[in-house]
């Protein structure tokens, strides 16, 4: 089992919602984050005054399915993200050792599953 985390930009995260749904992707966390990369933040105008902005606004989203699946989700959030300019955001895959559904107890790929 796979944990898939990115960060995207706040405004594609409707159209990134939808192509993860269209390939069967049932559930998800969303969070609200802040942070920085290569941009180191930017400068924003408000009503005259130039002010820096240290932290840059992202979606986080959070992912978990069977290892096969990885590749094509990583593909459709890489599609569905992407608008060409800087700070687009990041896709990290990481191993699940073992994923426990408290009500049940059920582990594993059912764990996760709908």
Do not use: N
Request: no cysteine.
């Amino acid at each position: 089992m796979k944990k898939i985390e990115s960060y995207i930009r706040a405004e594609k995260l409707g159209e990134v919602k939808e192509a993860l749904t269209r390939i069967g992707i049932q559930g998800m966390t969303i969070m609200e984050v802040r942070g920085f990369g290569r941009q180191r933040g930017h400068i924003e105008l408000y009503q005259g005054a130039e002010y820096s902005l240290d932290f840059v606004p992202k979606m986080k989203i959070e992912i978990f399915v069977p290892a096969v699946d990885a590749p094509r989700v990583v593909e459709v959030l890489m599609h569905s993200a992407s608008t060409g300019r800087t700070g687009d955001g990041k896709i990290f895959v990481l191993p699940v050792e073992v994923a426990v559904r408290i009500r049940t107890q059920e582990r594993g790929i059912p764990a996760v599953s709908m």
